[in-house]
Structure formats: C-alpha cells, structure tokens
C-alpha cells in the first residue's frame, strides 16, 4: 500500500510539472500549435497520469504479482491515476494560491 502511495505521489508531482507549471509551458505552447489533441492530452492532469503510470511501471516491479504482467500492468495503469488525482488536485490548488 505504501508503494502505491510512493508512486502515486511521484505520478501526481511529474504530472503537475507538466501540465501546470511554468517550466513546461514552452512544452505546452509546442505542442497547441503543431498537434491538436496533445495540448489536450499535456494539460489534463488526469489523462496525463495515465501515461505517466504506463512509463514508470515499465521500470517498477508488477504491483499485482498475483495477475498475469500484461493484466496487472493494465489493472496497474488504471489504478494510479486515482490517488495521483487528489494529490495533483491538492498541489495545483496550493501552486494557485501562491500565485495569488
């Protein structure tokens, strides 16, 4: 359960650099202006954690090692972007306020 937190916790912070912030932004501006939905995809959060999720569990250990891979990295996948969305919803909430 603490992995799942550990990697929704780094899952929400990689997705709040890009879709947020200011040091993406040139990112964002790249991709509005030569790819329609990829300015869609780099500034939804959530659809962004699910890419982010299917990259980082390439590199991690099956979190459902009781599934078959493909399925758990499915399930996998699925399941991060969930608490990742609360922790993005709360850090971009605190990065408006300082803004402010």
């Given at each position: 359960?603490?992995?799942?937190?550990?990697?929704?916790?780094?899952?929400?912070?990689?997705?709040?650099?890009?879709?947020?912030?200011?040091?993406a932004?040139?990112?964002?501006?790249?991709?509005?202006?030569?790819w329609?939905?990829?300015?869609?995809?780099?500034?939804?959060?959530?659809?962004?954690?699910?890419?982010?999720?299917?990259?980082?569990?390439?590199?991690?250990?099956?979190?459902?090692?009781?599934?078959?891979?493909?399925?758990?990295y499915?399930?996998?996948?699925?399941?991060?972007?969930?608490?990742?969305?609360?922790?993005?919803?709360?850090?971009?909430?605190?990065?408006?306020?300082?803004?402010?």
């Amino acid at each position: 359960m603490l992995y799942l937190l550990l990697l929704s916790t780094a899952v929400a912070n990689i997705t709040v650099v890009l879709s947020a912030s200011k040091v993406a932004s040139p990112l964002r501006s790249y991709l509005y202006d030569h790819w329609s939905w990829g300015h869609r995809l780099v500034t939804c959060p959530y659809c962004m954690a699910h890419w982010i999720s299917a990259v980082l569990l390439l590199f991690m250990p099956n979190l459902l090692p009781e599934l078959p891979w493909a399925t758990g990295y499915f399930l996998s996948i699925m399941i991060i972007p969930v608490p990742s969305a609360a922790i993005s919803l709360g850090l971009m909430t605190v990065l408006r306020s300082i803004k402010s």
